[in-house]
């Protein structure tokens, strides 16, 4: 035993101490041995997930980061089979150079192979590709100590249920993915300030179809007729251009200060600023893929300026049919309280079905909100869950660490047949949360 994890938001406050695995053939003893002790544990990634959905109700977690080898690459066809542990910067500082890129991506590269399965991750192009899984096309399992091979052909109930499984179904040990083709490393991209929140819809309703990649960050802040205001980002790979992965110098944040960084004052000039920066006019910007698509990994650590309280993020999608009048009415209740969030990203998930029993996107808007963690936040999630709840939509398990088990149970109906095949040895903290 080695070591003490936690999620990526620090809440809950609950250290896990990790066994960890180099080779494939320790992880099936290690997990024996964990359960023999500690009755269950979890396969634990690169710790990207905000919430406890990545915390063994144990707290005893195998630590997979190790498993991190290339197991076979074709670079005419863009298949890659790697063990689970390898990150997506692993995959990318591979595959760009050959002219290949990830179908999808989350908002950063440090998440793992097994870590994107599990919670079938989805980024700026759901309307296009849908989620990560969707591009996966099979991977193996250990579980109740055998070890399968699962697709939508072989083991096909476990292959469904593991996507998007939280981990739950079996330990992630390998996955075949496929990329797709690149002729650059770069990114063109539209930038444009708009007004309110009907604005985002109408920009949306423009673009989604012309561009690959669509994204929006809104000042949470924002009241009145400027309410939902932000700044609207398209993207495309270049035509043309280097295939040079590139690399943005890094800072780094080397402590956790005893309080927060972030308070009203700092957001509010944050977002004024950040706001008034961009034009009106759509601006036309050529960038490497980095800041493009995962502009909070130049800052390493940045989860300390949280301080030791830790954050906790609210994402959730409302269906098309309810979403204007929600996110209307989530940006209201957040701008109400004075909890705003620098970091509040608006994008239109697309109709493509993730075969994940319980995958987060639906055709709708997702929105989601970073909050530092203080006691006042009960009550402002509290009301966005009721507005969540009334409009039919859900939150992200992958970033939630409050969901209340009736809203879980209402919102993923399909739980229960993830229970029904959950292995035994395997429990982590937002399970037990959520289904007791």
């Not at 195998?62 to 542990?85: I, P």
């Not at 007004?195 to 920009?203: C, K, M, R, V, Y």
């Not at 997702?366 to 963690?373: G, Q, V």
Request: aromatic share 10%; proline share 5%.
């Amino acid at each position: 035993m080695s070591g003490r994890f936690a999620s990526w938001g620090g809440y809950p406050n609950l250290p896990q101490v990790c066994h960890r695995v180099t080779w494939p053939d320790e992880v099936a003893p290690a997990v024996r041995q964990l359960t023999k002790l500690h009755g269950t544990t979890l396969a634990y990634g690169n710790g990207r997930s905000y919430g406890d959905s990545c915390l063994a109700d144990s707290g005893c977690v195998l630590a997979m980061q190790s498993l991190d080898r290339f197991l076979q690459v074709n670079w005419q066809t863009g298949v890659v089979v790697a063990e689970a542990g390898v990150t997506l910067s692993q995959i990318l500082a591979l595959a760009i150079p050959n002219g290949w890129f990830l179908a999808v991506t989350p908002g950063t590269q440090y998440v793992t192979l097994g870590g994107a399965i599990a919670n079938d991750v989805h980024g700026k192009n759901h309307h296009v590709r849908g989620t990560f899984s969707q591009h996966v096309s099979q991977f193996g399992l250990l579980r109740e100590q055998q070890l399968l091979t699962c697709s939508a052909e072989q083991n096909a109930a476990l292959y469904k249920a593991t996507i998007g499984g939280l981990g739950l179904t079996g330990i992630i040990t390998w996955a075949q993915l496929q990329l797709v083709p690149i002729t650059s490393s770069q990114i063109d991209s539209t930038v444009e300030r708009f007004g309110n929140l009907d604005d985002f819809f109408a920009l949306s309703s423009e673009l989604d179809h012309q561009h690959e990649y669509s994204v929006a960050w809104v000042d949470c802040l924002a009241k009145g007729e400027q309410a939902g205001r932000g700044v609207f980002i398209t993207g495309d790979h270049a035509k043309y251009g280097t295939l040079e992965p590139g690399s943005a110098k890094k800072l780094n944040v080397p402590l956790t200060p005893p309080i927060s960084l972030i308070n009203n004052l700092s957001l509010r000039g944050f977002n004024e600023a950040y706001w008034r920066r961009h034009s009106v006019s759509r601006t036309r910007v050529r960038s490497n893929h980095e800041p493009f698509f995962y502009p909070l990994d130049k800052i390493l650590n940045w989860n300390r300026i949280y301080g030791r309280r830790g954050f906790q993020q609210y994402q959730c999608v409302i269906p098309n049919n309810n979403a204007a009048i929600a996110m209307s009415e989530l940006l209201k209740a957040t701008a109400q309280s004075g909890q705003g969030s620098f970091l509040a990203v608006l994008k239109r998930c697309g109709a493509a079905t993730s075969p994940g029993l319980l995958s987060f996107p639906m055709p709708g808007t997702s929105l989601a909100l970073d909050f530092p963690n203080k006691p006042s936040l009960a009550a402002l999630f509290e009301r966005l869950d009721s507005i969540v709840r009334n409009a039919q939509g859900r939150l992200y398990p992958a970033k939630d660490a409050h969901m209340s088990g009736i809203d879980f149970r209402t919102a993923y109906p399909q739980w229960e047949q993830l229970e029904r095949l959950r292995d035994p040895a395997i429990l982590s903290r937002f399970w037990k949360r959520v289904t007791e």
